[in-house]
Structure formats: structure tokens, C-alpha cells
């Protein structure tokens, strides 16, 4: 029997058509309106996506998933399969997805373009430096930083205290070694020696308001707003106080500019910005998100990690920010993953096991109940496995049909667009027959710790968060400036909905342990860091970086 190619063995297999044709061909646009960057990725300016009419009519589709296992769900896969399936029965539709970061491709996962045929295409240019774009949010972001100690080193007012500096560093790698750091040392030309610390690019507030941001000018405000540390009096400090915003957005001029791509099927995907889904808002741009409602009936987006994470923050802050309404939210679910919740053997998911399966659906009916929430209509995609059994398929079906939430299975990975054909359908009949009544979780004016509460409840299933005095006082400091009417984004471990990686399923009877708070005053929210997640990640006792390298072609191998 054949061994299948990997996933980038098939990107690399594949017949593009140079990006100037999947402009013209699938949204009616002229090259002369790209900005090319070689054959098959272009940018498309900010100036010519505002002189695009809206099209009210346009839908939006939210990609989430349960909570993430070693097995993996497929979430970025089923998002490019769906926009696919659209266009095979006759619907135009295009993704709007995140930029993967170099951390996770060289750490853990590999690439993060989907997968088999479902994949959006150069893979390799996709996850390696791509247009540029995080490069130049690390270097933004370390702009500031050399700026900051600049002007302590030379006294400039306002007089920042060397103690009270919060602006890290950035890079866009997992490197644990980085995480906490002694800078200035050696002569006093080197200037102050303090403590610092690196984040990854993708915890970045540089990357949040990048996502955020609708125009230049809206991102050099934002800029301009970023606290950067306060004064011996308490007083905060900006980095327009710095003058830095004008030098950043300098930096980030193109690449507030959405990335035009192509899935294998030469349909047209936006990938744009990258936060992490654990530790930033996890959503791409608001730019290309609304740049693609111009262009396209149908917007498939996906929010990183499980519907707990990503979607949470795309319907709290995302949502709440840019104006965006959902039209639904597509929950991706696999017998496999199930099968984790439910406590099976790693080795042992490939056998039929419906007990384990039983077991872990409390996990994904948690996320369905969760979204209900936020009244959007709400169905599931099973991203099917050739060991899945119809006595376990049917188990899925049977228990989200009691939950009043239809299923498709789909086997795009396999199958491209016509694998999806079956979920294009649902997704299409729900949106047509199911009005959307969306609405956040809370509102403005709730407290910050009635804010992190409510999440805690609501979304984690946890009896309640445990807010250290030290926090609540922060909390009240934070209101007292006015910046309580802010959505706040929970930073939380991925593979639980409590802060314990180990409890998988639904778990119950736990609290959140709220560790540190702090204010993003440009990305307009406030980071709540909870259990012992940490926003600079290490590396794997085997890195995927171990198996990448490139062929005597010049092909990317290893990667995913």
C-alpha cells in the first residue's frame, strides 16, 4: 500500500496559480490592486480595502474547536475545508486566518496551514518569514525597548524608575532561557543594569494592536498609548511620552497590510497577525477580517485553541471592538480527542471505544453550551479519521442532537472542497434558517473582577476565580484611571478549562487562580495571567526543529 504524502509533500506537489489569478478569478480584482511579493503572496493595501463597498449581506463563520489534545483537531484544516466546500456548491467564500509563529512551527507542532488537501498554499513561505510581518512587529516592539532605556539612561521627563519599567522584549521563538533576564551590565556606557524579561511575538502587545488596529492612523494612536513603565511618583509612562509611535508605525506600515494567499483548491484566504490564543486575543487582523466581508458572501475565521481561549476572546474583544456580528460558530470536534477527555491510552486510539468516547463528550458539550451564550447558532464538525467507527460517530450525533446542535461529518483533509461539501451545506442551511441574536458575555461596565469572575463561571465551569488582594487592589487602581469599562483577556493554559493541564474532560469543582494583571492600554484590554502560564514558552524535550531542513531542490521538508 501507498504511504501518504505528508502535508508538505502535498503543498509542495501542488499547482499554483500565481497569486494575480486567484485575485481576478475568484474576487474581481487586478493585480494592479496587489502589492506582489513573488509568484503566489501578495498584500493588498490598506488605501484600496477602504475604497471597497460594504456588502451587508456578507456572513461571518467562526471557527473554534474543543479543547486542544496531542492528537490534534484540525481547526485551522476544517476552516480552510469549509472555504472550499462553500465554493464547491457555488457560494464565494474566503478564509481570513492567523500567521503561524515560528515558536510552535520549530517547537511542538510544526506548520500551521492546515493540513492534507486542506491547506492554504505556499506552506512553507506561510510558516517560515512570509511576508515580513512578524519581523517587523518583533522589531517595533524592540524599537520601544531601546527607546525606553535610552531615555532612562539620559534622563529625559518624564523620569522613568528603573524599577517600574514593564515593557519587555520580544522574539519570535520559544526560548526559556529568555524568559527572565539581567540587561545593562558591564560599564556605566551600558547603562542602567535591571531585571528584564522576553515575551514571544505572538504575546506581543505590539502584535495585539497590529490585529486591532482599522487604519494607520488608528494604529499609531494605539502605539503612542502603550504604558511602557511610570515614574518614582507612580505616574504612568507611554511611549508617546517616549516619542516612539511615529519610528513604530514606520516599521509596521506594511504589514498592517493583509497577506492574499491561495488554498490548493486556488480559493482566496487573508492570513494576517498572529496573537496566541492562550496568551493574547488569539484572532487575525480586524483589517483583513473586514477587508474579506468586502470581498467575499461568506468569512470563514478561526480563534486559536479551544472555544474557552480563542473564541472567547473573538466574542468579547474582537467582536466587541471592530463591530463585528458571527452568523455562527462551527465547534471542531474528532473521535480522537474525545477519546483523550474520555482518559484512553495515546497508543490505543485507533480501536473502537465507546465508553472513553461517553467519557470525554461532557468536554465538547461544554464548549456548545458556552457559545449558546453569546446567541450565536452553533453546530459541530466532526474532522473524520479513517479508525473512526459508526458506533462511535453515531454516539457524537446522538448526544449533540439532545444539545439541539446538528453535525456534519467532513473529510477534507482527505477529500479537499468535496469532503467539506456535507459541512458547507449545514453551515449554509443554519446561517439561512437560524438568525443570529449575538451579544457579549458581559457588558462594559461590569467590574474587572466581576469581568473575570463571569469567565471563570461561565466559560471555565469553575466555582469561581481566586483574586489575590494584591490583584484586587490593581483591579481598583485600573478603574480609578478609567480603564474598567475594558474587556479583560484571560491568559490561560490550553489543554484544560481549569489552569491544570492534567484535568482533561469537563472538570468541575475547581477555582481560578489569578496570578498577575497587566494593562494593555494600547490593545484596549487588560491581560489577566492565570495558574502558571507563562507568555515567552520553552521548547520540547524534541523540538519539530529537528527535522527540518531542505532538499538539493530548495524544498522545505519537516515541516508538519
Not at 505 to 519: H, K, N, Q, S, Y
Request: proline residues 5%; glycine residues 10%.
Amino acid at each position: 500500500m501507498a504511504v501518504p504524502l505528508s502535508n508538505i509533500e502535498i503543498a509542495n506537489c501542488a499547482k499554483l496559480w500565481p497569486i494575480g489569478d486567484v485575485a481576478e478569478k475568484k474576487l474581481g480584482l487586478s493585480v494592479k490592486d496587489l502589492e506582489p511579493f513573488g509568484w503566489y503572496k501578495a498584500k493588498v493595501p490598506l488605501a484600496f480595502i477602504k475604497k471597497l463597498p460594504y456588502r451587508p449581506s456578507s456572513k461571518l463563520i467562526l471557527m473554534t474547536a474543543m479543547t486542544p489534545t496531542m492528537a490534534g483537531e484540525g481547526k485551522t484544516t476544517t476552516s480552510v475545508g469549509l472555504v472550499d466546500g462553500l465554493n464547491c456548491i457555488g457560494k464565494k467564500a474566503m478564509a481570513a486566518l492567523r500567521e503561524p509563529s515560528l515558536g510552535p512551527c520549530f517547537g511542538m507542532k510544526g506548520g500551521a496551514c492546515g493540513g492534507g488537501y486542506a491547506q492554504v498554499v505556499p506552506m512553507s513561505d506561510i510558516n517560515l518569514h512570509f511576508t515580513g510581518d512578524f519581523h517587523a512587529i518583533t522589531s517595533a516592539h524592540n524599537l520601544l525597548a531601546a527607546m525606553v532605556d535610552n531615555h532612562l539612561y539620559w534622563g529625559h521627563s518624564p523620569m522613568l524608575d528603573a524599577r517600574r519599567i514593564t515593557w519587555r522584549r520580544t522574539m519570535d521563538m520559544n526560548d526559556r532561557s529568555l524568559r527572565s533576564i539581567v540587561t545593562g551590565i558591564g560599564s556605566v556606557t551600558n547603562g542602567f543594569a535591571r531585571e528584564g524579561k522576553f515575551d514571544i511575538t505572538a504575546a506581543s502587545e505590539v502584535m495585539a494592536i497590529l490585529c486591532l488596529a482599522t487604519d494607520l492612523h488608528d494604529l499609531q494612536r494605539r502605539l503612542g498609548n502603550i504604558k511602557v513603565g511610570r515614574t518614582a511618583k507612580k505616574e504612568f509612562v507611554f511611549a508617546k511620552d517616549i516619542k516612539a509611535e511615529g519610528a513604530m508605525t514606520a516599521l509596521l506600515k506594511d504589514a498592517l497590510n493583509p497577506n492574499l494567499v491561495q488554498t490548493l483548491e486556488h480559493n482566496p484566504a487573508f492570513v494576517h497577525g498572529g496573537p496566541f490564543g492562550n496568551i493574547a486575543h488569539g484572532c487575525n487582523s480586524v483589517v483583513a477580517t473586514n477587508a474579506a466581508l468586502k470581498l467575499a458572501d461568506y468569512v470563514v475565521t478561526e480563534a486559536g485553541f479551544g472555544a474557552d481561549l480563542g473564541a472567547e476572546k473573538f466574542l468579547n474583544i474582537k467582536c466587541r471592538r471592530a463591530g463585528f456580528e458571527p452568523a455562527c460558530a462551527v465547534v471542531v470536534a474528532t473521535v480522537k480527542a474525545l477519546k483523550l477527555h474520555g482518559g484512553v491510552n495515546p497508543k490505543e486510539l485507533g480501536t473502537e471505544n465507546l465508553e472513553a468516547v461517553n467519557r470525554g463528550l461532557p468536554n465538547l458539550v461544554r464548549h456548545l453550551d458556552n457559545l449558546k451564550k453569546f446567541g450565536v447558532p452553533v453546530l459541530v464538525a466532526i474532522n473524520q479519521f479513517a479508525s473512526d467507527t459508526k458506533a462511535e460517530l453515531d454516539l457524537v450525533h446522538e448526544i449533540c442532537a439532545g444539545r439541539g446542535v446538528k453535525v456534519a461529518l467532513s473529510n477534507h483533509w482527505a477529500h479537499g472542497g468535496e469532503g467539506a461539501r456535507a459541512l458547507a451545506e449545514l453551515v449554509v442551511k443554519t446561517i439561512e434558517n437560524e438568525p443570529s441574536k449575538f451579544h457579549t458575555l458581559y457588558p462594559d461596565e461590569m467590574s474587572l473582577a466581576e469581568k473575570v469572575r463571569t469567565v471563570s463561571r461561565e466559560i471555565y465551569g469553575a466555582d469561581d476565580a481566586d483574586i489575590p488582594y494584591a490583584v484586587l487592589k490593581r483591579f481598583e487602581e485600573l478603574e480609578n484611571a478609567g480603564y474598567g469599562h475594558y474587556p479583560v483577556c484571560m491568559a490561560k493554559t490550553q489543554y484544560s478549562f481549569s489552569t491544570d493541564p492534567s484535568k482533561k474532560g469537563a472538570p468541575t469543582g475547581f477555582t481560578i487562580p489569578i496570578r498577575e494583571v497587566r494593562l494593555s492600554l494600547g490593545a484596549e484590554f487588560i491581560v489577566v495571567l492565570t495558574g502558571d502560564i507563562m507568555t515567552m514558552p520553552g521548547l520540547p524535550q524534541v523540538p519539530a526543529a529537528e527535522v527540518v531542513g531542505v532538499d538539493s531542490k530548495g524544498d522545505i521538508l519537516g515541516l508538519f
